[in-house]
């Protein structure tokens, strides 16, 4: 297990001279999980925020709706991932 988990709950650290942005945008090919904003769980979750985050940008005039819309996407993806990985964890537990 690596302390940093890059690569399981995160895809790195920001590079140097490069914006969190910037970096968010450079890494979205490698995202496992892709949001789908037209879906509607109707419950209180995580997923559904970032949703209905990503449903409410798009109200938004440009840049902000994609910046938005690009942010959201990678916090569904690391989102999942987390999740996933607490899972992996607490099966773990004894």
Known sequence: MTLDE????NLGPVPAGMSF???VEAVR??????????HESRRLT???VMRE?????DQLPEPARSQIQLLVGAGYD????MDARMKELKAMLP
């Open 6 to 9: 890059q690569g399981i709950t």
């Open 21 to 23: 942005l910037e970096a």
């Open 29 to 38: 090919s490698r995202r496992k999980h892709h949001i789908n904003p037209d």
């Open 46 to 48: 995580y997923c559904e």
């Open 53 to 57: 985050v990503h449903r409410i940008a």
């Open 78 to 81: 690391f989102g999942k991932r």
